[in-house]
């Protein structure tokens, strides 16, 4: 069974740092490109970024402008976001997500971690 | 900021047929895969429709996806109850060095 867990949420101030981990199990790791999506309050989905198996491949959101990088350790079967410089409009529910192997979409989410940023 | 456009909510009455539409570009929709998304409120999202129109095992039938030129719909026929929930569609974008966009999300309303 996929299994994808996230922590490393939680409040932080205005400017500062947070770094979220996602801990996979279930299948073999490396051999899936990997997602952070975010929900807003009240919000819609939004992308922020997504990572190769390989690391080969990495893309951004546009709208973190540098502040945030996306990695993974295939020996530990985990994923992370690394966010910094953090804003009041970050303040979400963060989700680890899996993408299909032969198909351009989002199949196994987790169950997602609340990031707050408030002074 | 999302790129895909979704109207904010459509309803119908128990056995019904809903259509939810997604409306995007020659950059995303047009030219990649749409995807469809189930949230129920307080849980994760759920994949319903992938490559336009192909449904994960274990996903009803009454649900079912369709896509042409920048635009794709998600059809839920003999609507039920459970079906009261947030849809999404999603596309990879090919502007921006490539970056994956949501629709602005549709609740359906079961009257």
């Known amino acids: 069974e996929v299994q994808l867990v996230e922590s490393g949420g939680g409040l932080v101030k205005p400017g500062g740092s947070l770094r979220l981990s996602c801990a996979a199990s279930?299948?073999?790791?490396?051999?899936?490109?990997m997602n952070w999506v975010r929900q807003a309050p009240g919000k819609g989905l939004e992308w922020v970024s997504s990572i190769s198996g390989g690391t080969t491949y990495i893309y951004y959101a546009d709208s973190l402008k540098g502040r945030f990088t996306i990695s993974r350790d295939n020996a530990k079967n985990s994923l992370y976001l690394q966010m910094n410089s953090l804003r009041a409009e970050d303040t979400a529910v963060y989700y680890c997500?899996?993408?299909?192997?032969?198909?351009?979409?989002?199949?196994?989410w987790g169950q997602g971690t609340l990031v707050t940023v408030s002074s | 900021q999302s790129v895909l456009t979704q109207a904010p909510s459509a309803s119908g009455t128990p056995g019904q047929r809903v259509t939810i539409s997604c409306s995007g570009s020659?950059?995303?929709?047009?030219?990649?895969?749409v995807s469809w998304y189930q949230q129920i409120p307080g849980k994760a999202p759920k994949l319903l429709i992938y490559?336009?129109?192909q449904r994960p095992s274990g996903v009803p039938d009454r649900f079912s996806g369709s896509k042409s030129g920048t635009s794709a719909s998600l059809a839920i026929n003999g609507l039920q109850s459970e079906d009261e929930a947030d849809y999404f569609c999603?596309?990879?974008?090919?502007?921006?060095?490539?970056?994956?966009?949501f629709g602005t999300g549709t609740k359906v309303i079961v009257l």
């Open positions: 999603a596309a990879w974008d090919d502007s921006l060095n490539g970056r994956y966009v």
């Open positions: 020659s950059s995303n929709i047009e030219s990649n895969t």
């Open positions: 279930g299948f073999t790791f490396s051999s899936y490109s």
């Open positions: 997500v899996r993408e299909a192997v032969a198909a351009t979409c989002f199949e196994y």
């Open positions: 490559s336009n129109n």
